[in-house]
């Protein structure tokens, strides 16, 4: 059987053609996202009409997304006219395939769950660092939708009032202080330097990067043992490429654990696993499922 996977970013667009569960390759295009809403749909239609024999389409796509409805319950203005369109009906007018569709941070812990770092808990929380922060909650081996399809906005959870402004209209969310884009500004905002993360790690022996880099992870860890207290997850899973770097894992963990409600000093801070392609490992179970007429 041959399950089509689209992974939709803000940047790039990644697809692959999983053929009896295997992926075996993947590749990628510019989203263009400010074209806008209708420009993504003629994006998807093309990349499937490359493809034969196709029995599903899997869409894992930035924005809140209602899963059972099929639609984009908000997004910011990264992708103009994106909020409210049933994108998976349209989808499924427009290509003849049955389309399941869902939130690329929770597609990546659908990913994980079945086949990286999150076969081992039940109970875990995914957080994905890049511009923003994306996020997904698994509890008992399920992801929480909540009533909207909106639940795992964990980048959106208010950390300082009257903080700065963020994407979604409202003032002082994690992301905006835990993003690696948080990071890169506030090192470009004290040293007047402009670099990317990875380069951000390579100069943390300059004393004043390492400061900005130790004030984020303040800030990384902070969010995470609020959620740790309300969910009580027996891991963390990290995403992202800031996430690659196996010392930052380490320092979380080390400044949560011990940290929460109850003082435990047991919970996983790992590294998530599949990498870039999480999202359509994801995208291909949420196909199966409907294929199966699972909820997702
Ligand atoms: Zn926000």
Known sequence: ???LTI???GTMTKYGLFTDGVLPASYERPTDAKKGAKHIIDLICEITAQFEDVSCLGISTCGYVDPWDKKIVFST??????TG???GKILEQKTGLPVAVENDAKCAAIGEMQEGKGMKYN?????SYGTGIGGAIAVN????HGSHGLAGALGHMTIHADGLECT???RGCYE????TNALLSSIRDRTGVTMNGREAFAHSGDKRIRREIDLWIDEVTAGLISLANIFDPSAFILGGGVMEQENLIREIGKRLNGQTIGGFTDIAVCQAKLGNTAGLYGAYYNAMALLTEKQP
């Open 123 to 127: 109970n875990f929380l995914f957080l």
């Open 85 to 87: 369109v049933p994108i």
């Open 7 to 9: 992974d939709l970013g």
């Open 1 to 3: 059987m041959k399950i």
């Open 176 to 179: 905006m202080y835990a993003s």
């Open 168 to 170: 979604c209209g409202r």
């Open 77 to 82: 203005d990264a992708v103009p006219g994106y």
């Open 141 to 144: 081996g399920a992801i929480h």
